[in-house]
Each structure stands twice: as C-alpha cells, then as structure tokens.
T-cell receptor, first 116, second 112 residues
Framework: DAGITQSPRHKVTETGTPVTLRCHQT?????MYWYRQDPGHGLRLIHY???????DKGEVSDGYSVSRSKTEDFLLTLESATSSQTSVYFC???????????????FGEGSRLTVL | QKEVEQNSGPLSVPEGAIASLNCTYS??????FFWYRQYSGKSPELIMS????GDKEDGRFTAQLNKASQYVSLLIRDSQPSDSATYLC????????????FGKGTSLLVTP
C-alpha cells in the first residue's frame, strides 16, 4: 500500500471555524492532490501540488487554501468552514514524472468533515 | 470542463456472471485511463490502467479502450459478491498537474 496518511480521519466543527486537514506521504512523490467526494458529484479536484511550495487550483477551490512546505506534507485549510464544505476529503499522490508517466493516483483513507 | 460519464446503476448481476461497466469521455486528446473500485466508506483503489486501444486483461478483470469512440469499459468475469462496490472510471488530464477526472461511478451489486 502507498504510504499515505490523512489526519484527522473524522472531524465535526461549527460554521465559521477554521479547519486544517493534513496529508502525509512516505513515497517521496512529487505530485499531491486534494479531492472532495459528495453524493451526486463524484470526486472533484480542489487543489494540487507539483512540488514544495508549488500549488495550484482545481475546479472547486473556492473557500480552500493549501500549503506544501515539505515534500511529504500537503495541508488543506478551510479558513471559515461552511455547511457546503461538509464532505469526505481524499488526498492522493502520484509519481508525476510528467505527461509520459503512468498517471496512476493512490489515495489516502479519507477525512470525513461535518460542518454544523 | 472535460467530462467522464458513467451510468450510476445499480448494476445487478448474479454470482458467476460477467459484469460489464462502461464509461465515455469527452476529451479526444486523453491518453491514459483508469478503473478504480471503491467500497462503501473506503477510499478508491486502483484496479487497472489502460493506455492503448484494445483489451488488457488482469485476472478476472479486462479493460477495453476505443479511443475513436472515446469509450472505456471494464469486464469482470466470474463475478463474486465481494466485487459489489462502486466502480470509478478516470481519465488523466493534460493540465492540473496531470490529475485524474473521475466519473461519478457505477454501483455494482453481485447477488449470490
């Protein structure tokens, strides 16, 4: 199994509070991703990183920010959580050598966030 | 937004039968395709990848790709109750850090 750890695995918080989810990998992979998964929408890309301090937005990035200060850690922050951000959040990693790599993504176990 | 489309199901097949899961994609430039399995409450797990037109077999699983028709399928032979899960089709992007675009998944139920 790919060495990907997400924390916390479950969190309940209130509207307006900040929340940070952590993804830690032991694979030394270049690319890391945050997805959210909601019924009826499938997996949607929030943000991704292609190296230390190199991050960019996915299609559902509003209300989220990310940081990557070390290769192994990718943090997702909700600055002021809203009920619409109640979801299951998955971190994924890829070897990411470029357009010719396998493209295979490996997922962490997920973080279930409930915003009341 | 490039689309990946799957029937949501549920697809119900009897144990021992062949399950056929289908997927279409909109980006004609796509080159890499994947099938993931996701059990309820669990994370997606990679089953197969396919990059060239034709069939690719791995055990009871066969992935089929037709780039001209923009169509990917997954066949599961000798279906088992343990195959009951949601199957996600994914296509590699050429932007966004080579992330994958996912379909919404097809729910498969294998009945004993």
């Amino acid at each position: 199994d790919a060495g990907i750890t997400q924390s916390p695995r479950h969190k309940v918080t209130e509207t307006g509070t900040p929340v940070t989810l952590r993804c830690h990998q032991t694979e030394n992979h270049r690319y890391m991703y945050w997805y959210r998964q909601d019924p009826g929408h499938g997996l949607r890309l929030i943000h991704y990183s292609y190296g230390v301090k190199d991050t960019d937005k996915g299609e559902v990035s509003d209300g989220y920010s990310v940081s990557r200060s070390k290769t192994e850690d990718f943090l997702l922050t909700l600055e002021s959580a809203t009920s619409s951000q109640t979801s299951v959040y998955f971190c994924a990693i890829s070897e990411g050598t470029g357009i010719l790599d396998t493209g295979e993504l490996f997922f962490g176990e997920g973080s279930r966030l409930t915003v009341l | 937004q490039k689309e990946v489309e799957q029937n949501s199901g549920p697809l119900s097949v009897p144990e021992g039968a062949i399950a056929s899961l289908n997927c279409t994609y909109s980006d004609r430039g796509s080159q890499s395709f994947f099938w993931y399995r996701q059990y309820s409450g669990k994370s997606p797990e990679l089953i197969m990848s396919i990059y060239s037109n034709g069939d690719k077999e791995d055990g009871r699983f066969t992935a089929q790709l037709n780039k001209a028709s923009q169509y990917v399928s997954l066949l599961i032979r000798d279906s088992q109750p343990s195959d009951s899960a949601t199957y996600l089709c994914a296509v590699k992007r050429l932007d966004s850090g080579y992330a994958l675009n996912f379909g919404k998944g097809t729910s498969l139920l294998v009945t004993p």
